[in-house]
T-cell receptor, first 110, second 116 residues
Framework: GESVGLHLPTLSVQEGDNSIINCAYS??????FIWYKQESGKGPQFIID?????DKRQGQRVTVLLNKTVKHLSLQIAATQPGDSAVYFC?????????FGTGTRLTIIP | NAGVTQTPKFQVLKTGQSMTLQCAQD?????MSWYRQDPGMGLRLIHY???????DQGEVPNGYNVSRSTTEDFPLRLLSAAPSQTSVYFC???????????????FGPGTRLTVL
């Protein structure tokens, strides 16, 4: 498969452990945030979103935390599985502009 | 539903050649867009459309043209390819009719383009 982002930050996690992926956003006016997962050779896939009037949102095995004070977003994946190996990136919408982050490569150690 | 489909999956061009990247969706989405993805950079918006007959420029439109004659199709044209256009191109669609979609965007599998 293709390699998207040859110099991405990487995170290696033991299978079964929890993963935490971080994202710092730039626009204090951003009011909507999205996490995407991108597997090798595929397009980005929506995971979970959160609006700025919330500080936490939970999905299936995933939780997104938003700290507006320090403009920080995190994605927590519980009980990481081999299928979670991918590049994860956040996106923010503010002032009618959608901006994507560069991403973090998550590698699962068997 | 097939979702968002893109063709070709891979393409090699010589400088100055032209080509069209195809994108189609079968979800009856109004909003469609084209992004390019380069190493070390986030996805960057090239062009977008909020409905048939309506297109607008994104962040990096130079060197690219688009048209939207039907709801389903949104082709991206490179009129005279340059090495700087070597990238992976993604098409996306969503229900939203606003200029910046807060609705879930569905991405195609991408086209990997190399310009020599």
């Amino acid at each position: 498969g293709e390699s998207v982002g040859l110099h991405l930050p990487t995170l290696s996690v033991q299978e079964g452990d929890n993963s935490i992926i971080n994202c710092a956003y730039s626009n204090s006016a951003s009011d909507y945030f999205i996490w995407y997962k991108q597997e090798s050779g595929k397009g980005p896939q929506f995971i979970i979103d959160i609006r700025s009037n919330m500080d936490k949102r939970q999905g299936q095995r995933v939780t997104v935390l938003l700290n507006k004070t320090v403009k920080h977003l995190s994605l927590q994946i519980a009980a990481t599985q081999p299928g979670d190996s991918a590049v994860y990136f956040c996106a923010e919408i503010g002032n009618e502009k959608l901006t994507f982050g560069t991403g973090t490569r998550l590698t699962i150690i068997p | 539903n097939a979702g968002v489909t893109q063709t070709p999956k891979f393409q090699v061009l010589k400088t100055g050649q032209s080509m069209t990247l195809q994108c189609a969706q079968d979800m009856n989405h109004e909003y469609m867009s084209w992004y390019r993805q380069d190493p070390g950079m986030g996805l960057r918006l090239i062009h977008y459309s909020v409905g048939a007959g309506i297109t607008d420029q994104g962040e990096v439109p130079n060197g690219y043209n688009v048209s939207r004659s039907t709801t389903e199709d949104f082709p991206l044209r490179l009129l005279s390819a340059a090495p700087s256009q070597t990238s992976v191109y993604f098409c996306a669609s969503s229900y939203s009719t606003s200029g910046v979609s807060t609705d879930t965007q569905y991405f195609g599998p991408g086209t990997r383009l190399t310009v020599l």
